[in-house]
C-alpha cells in the first residue's frame, strides 16, 4: 500500500510488482485510519518498520506491504466495499 498526503491522505493499492495499481483507492482526512489498517493487515517484524511508518506519514509519503487474506485481496481487486473484511490476524498490543 501506498499513501500520499494531499488534500487529505490517499491510499493507493498495489500489485507486488509495486506497478499496477489495484481498483480500490482509500481517501481519509487523518493519518490515524492509515495506522489502523497496518495494525490489522501490516507486516512489521520489528521497530524499525513501525518507525519508517511514522517517517513516511510524517513526510507525507510512504508505503508498506500488508499481508491480505485472498478474501481481501480479491476485494481491493474487484473495488469492493471493505467495510466488513476482517483483518488476517488479530492486531498485537504495542503498549
Known sequence: MY?????GWVCQFLEEDLKTPLAH???FKDAEKIRAIVDKVGSFANLQDRQALDYGLNLGRGGVWLRL???Q???LKSGANLACVKPRNPPMDTK
Open 3 to 7: 499513501y500520499m498526503l494531499r488534500a
Open 25 to 27: 483507492r482509500l481517501h
Open 69 to 71: 487474506t485472498e478474501e
Open 73 to 75: 485481496y480479491q476485494r
